[in-house]
């Protein structure tokens, strides 16, 4: 993950129109998460680091690794916030109009020579994503050997926790999708592949 953000934080503009992703995903439910949700988590991460300036030059990744070094009174919400604010980052960055989700050959047979296809990769991702019971992501992470892993992480955890790299999230909060997909989880996930945006993805990958 190549983020040098540091306090204060600043909530990073969606890189598309929001309704551009349409009709997989509507500009209401892309302008609300982003504007509201992922801005929250950077608003309330500013507000708790504010009067703890020894941790000001830290990026968003550091705060989560060295969270268990951070002050008791703020552990819990550093860990949550930060947590929040980059699975969002990542998330809206990880996302594009689907006229430009097209993957690499070469990021598609890595991605298919670990999981024996590349569709099966996806239905994997699919799996992970379902299997959350609460608000969560399905994540695809790297090790540092560069080893693909699929994750189904809880709340706003990250890979980063599990020593690995995030390449792509899939948030699985309701949040993400309930305004256009209601209860219908398995359609909104499936949906989502056509507006990934692989190129980000495979950089996240290599600048690991
Ligand atoms: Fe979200």
Redesign the pocket.
């Known amino acids: 993950m190549n983020s040098k953000d540091h306090f204060p934080f600043a909530v990073r503009p969606l890189p598309y129109p929001a309704k551009s992703l349409a009709p997989f995903l509507n500009a209401r439910t892309v302008k609300i998460?982003h504007d509201g949700?992922y801005a929250m988590h950077i608003e309330k991460l500013n507000r708790i680091l504010e009067s703890f300036p020894k941790y000001h030059s830290l990026p968003l990744d550091a705060l989560i690794m060295k969270q268990a070094f951070l002050p008791h009174e703020i552990r819990n919400e550093v860990k949550l916030h930060a947590g929040g604010a980059l699975n969002?980052m990542l998330f809206f960055e990880c996302l594009a109009p689907a006229s430009k989700s097209s993957i690499s050959e070469s990021f598609k047979k890595l991605l298919s020579d670990s999981f024996a296809s590349f569709e099966n990769f996806k239905d994997l991702m699919k799996k992970a994503a379902l299997s959350l019971k609460g608000g969560g992501s399905a994540y695809l992470a790297s090790d540092r050997d560069g080893r693909f892993h699929i994750l189904a992480l809880n709340d706003f955890e990250t890979p980063i926790e599990h020593c690995l790299n995030p390449i792509l999230p899939i948030?699985m909060?309701e949040?993400?999708y309930y305004l256009q997909y209601q209860y219908h989880r398995r359609e909104y996930i499936n949906n989502i592949f056509n507006i990934i945006n692989w190129q980000r993805a495979e950089m996240n990958y290599f600048s690991a």
């Open positions: 998460h949700h969002h948030d909060w949040h993400s």
